[in-house]
């Protein structure tokens, strides 16, 4: 009888993948220190109604969009194959656990002691994605793949709630960002500027490192959450379901499921739900609303 390992084979498209990934982030960080013209406008928080969006900068910046959830898309893919492959190898569910533990803590101890001590990014999400997926993955692939769609619907939703339970204005938090990712001067004296205007953010501080980007102050030190994790989480578990699909579909090349056709009915759903909520201009991308008609405006997307 075959090893069911050895149905398991590299797939080069999620290398090429990658490859183009990296590509496309090197040109966003290459653009913020060498384009005087870079735009950073992706977020309600960041963005001032009315001003000019240049095409070119735009589309420069628009681009690489793609790049963080198409990384945890592939590292939910990747982390699937493998721990399915150790599993059919006899490695016991405790052992990959540890593992998904261990590789999660490095990426935390990575960007806490070493990239920013302060400021939770990409690593940050990964880390906490990684961890995360350690009960996650016992669930069913439907189960799975209904909650993450269901994190990445119910997002803003989220967060409304967590303003009117908490009492926190948004207002206060668009400027307190906007501040944080523009400031000048002494950083001291701006980030205790946005303190003093966090005063009344209360209870909502909570919700930061899981569903929203702002501030958390831990006495005199600010610990700033960029990447709350949770959305980064959704990615990683659609990864990790499609995983799931292309191990079936390596030891049973005659499923009905076959991956090429998921995917591209996924994405007809996916950009025939974005072209909806775009028209509608209200619910869907984090209160960053379309001012125009134009492509710019259509393509202007709460990263």
């Known amino acids: 009888m075959m090893n069911p390992s050895s149905t398991l084979r590299r797939l080069p498209a999620l290398d090429w993948m990658r490859g183009l990934v990296m590509v496309l982030m090197a040109v966003d960080h290459a653009g913020g220190v060498v384009d005087a013209g870079h735009l950073m406008t992706d977020s309600w928080g960041l963005?001032?109604?009315?001003?000019?969006?240049?095409?070119?900068?735009?589309?420069?910046?628009?681009?690489?969009?793609?790049?963080?959830?198409?990384?945890?898309?592939?590292?939910?893919?990747?982390?699937?194959?493998?721990?399915?492959?150790?599993?059919?190898?006899?490695?016991?569910?405790?052992?990959?656990?540890?593992?998904?533990?261990?590789?999660?803590?490095?990426?935390?101890?990575?960007?806490?002691?070493?990239?920013?001590?302060?400021?939770?990014?990409?690593l940050f999400a990964l880390g906490m994605s990684f961890i995360c997926m350690i009960p996650l993955r016992r669930l069913s692939n439907p189960m799975l793949v209904g909650g993450a769609v269901l994190i990445v619907v119910a997002g803003e939703a989220v967060v409304n709630l967590a303003f009117q339970i908490t009492g926190a204005v948004p207002e206060t938090l668009r400027q307190s960002i906007n501040m944080l990712m523009h400031m000048t001067g002494?950083?001291?004296?701006?980030?205790?500027?946005?303190?003093?205007?966090?005063?009344?953010?209360?209870?909502?501080?909570?919700?930061?490192?899981?569903?929203?980007?702002?501030?958390?102050?831990?006495?005199?030190?600010?610990m700033i959450f960029l990447y709350p994790f949770t959305g980064w989480l959704a990615m990683m578990m659609l990864g990790w379901g499609f995983g799931r699909m292309l191990t079936a579909y390596q030891a049973h090349p005659d499923s009905a499921w076959h991956p090429e056709k998921v995917l591209l009915v996924a994405g007809g759903i996916g950009l025939s739900v974005f072209a909806v909520l775009r028209g509608l201009n209200s619910y869907g991308n984090m209160w960053l609303l379309r001012e125009d008609h134009s492509l710019v405006q259509w393509l202007h997307l709460s990263k």
């Not at 898309?73 to 493998?82: D, E, M, V, W």
Request: charged share 15%; glycine share 8%; aromatic share 14%.
């Open 186 to 222: 002494d950083p001291m004296e701006a980030l205790q500027n946005i303190r003093n205007l966090q005063s009344d953010t209360g209870w909502f501080s909570l919700f930061m490192p899981f569903v929203y980007p702002g501030i958390i102050w831990l006495g005199p030190a600010p």
């Open 47 to 122: 963005y001032t109604p009315g001003i000019p969006l240049p095409v070119d900068h735009f589309l420069t910046r628009w681009i690489t969009h793609l790049c963080a959830p198409t990384f945890l898309f592939l590292a939910g893919t990747s982390l699937a194959l493998s721990m399915e492959k150790r599993q059919a190898g006899g490695t016991d569910a405790r052992t990959l656990d540890r593992h998904l533990f261990k590789r999660g803590l490095v990426l935390l101890a990575f960007e806490m002691f070493w990239v920013n001590p302060f400021g939770q990014q990409v």
